[in-house]
């Protein structure tokens, strides 16, 4: 039926409303100390204390409207989990449908390269074992303001110091769509922020025309 109204033209006015209005389900995992609560903060602009650190354990994270540009999407509430060993038994119930959007956040200052492989590839063998289809991955480096090379490394060629020496196409086993490219931000920067939020609008253009065209959503979707 999708299929066939976008072929008519009358879906593609349904199709650029689920695209400007959509829910987004997403989930920020990652190292620790990697700012993944004050990334949650950021994107529900909330006030947070850039000057602080107070270790995650297990945090609700209750639905809100993303926004940026003219674009809102609907985050669907989910959890804040920390980044230590013991946090990782929470992948498996935060993963937990279609199109899930994974930002996995990694510390420049503290690049862990084979901690970070190992749960990638936990996280691609959740996605795949539980059939989820449209899942995307993007790693977020962190911190670059603290960055010791920050001096003589660009924003972007940090990220590509990052992708080279995680160099996850080696990752044997790997089936999790995971982004090409690598962000590298300042969390307390507000340029960076609105780089992070148009990503996530864009991830999630991609995930829903995947979704549409294996089936997985329908029309019910545009209007709940």
């Known amino acids: 039926m999708i299929g066939s109204l976008l072929s008519a033209g009358v879906g593609s006015y349904l199709f650029n409303k689920l695209k400007q209005n959509s829910k987004i389900r997403l989930i920020v995992l990652g190292s620790e100390a990697s700012g993944k609560t004050t990334l949650w903060k950021r994107l529900k602009e909330e006030k947070f204390d850039s000057m602080s650190y107070n270790p995650t354990v297990e945090s609700k994270i209750e639905n809100f409207k993303l926004e940026i540009d003219d674009k809102i999407a609907d985050v669907e509430s989910t959890e804040d989990i920390g980044g ?4 990782v038994r929470f992948y498996d119930t935060l993963i937990k449908g279609h199109g899930t959007v994974i930002y996995y956040l990694v510390d420049l200052t503290n690049l862990k390269c ?12 959740i996605v795949e074992q539980k059939e989820y ?5 993007k790693i977020i480096a962190t911190h670059y303001d603290k960055f010791e090379e920050n001096k003589v490394l660009s924003q972007e060629n940090a990220a590509g110091k990052v992708k080279q020496l995680l160099d996850i196409r080696s990752i044997t086993g790997m089936t999790l769509d995971i982004a090409d490219t690598v962000l590298a931000v300042n969390l307390n920067n507000n340029d960076d922020i609105s780089r992070i939020k148009k990503d996530v609008m864009k991830i999630q253009e991609k995930t829903i025309d995947q979704l549409i065209n294996e089936g997985k959503i329908f029309l019910d979707d545009l209007f709940k």
């Open 114 to 125: 084979r901690e970070v492989r190992a749960r990638l590839l936990k996280i691609s063998k």
């Open 84 to 87: 230590g060993d013991d946090c």
């Open 133 to 137: 289809k449209g899942c995307r991955c």
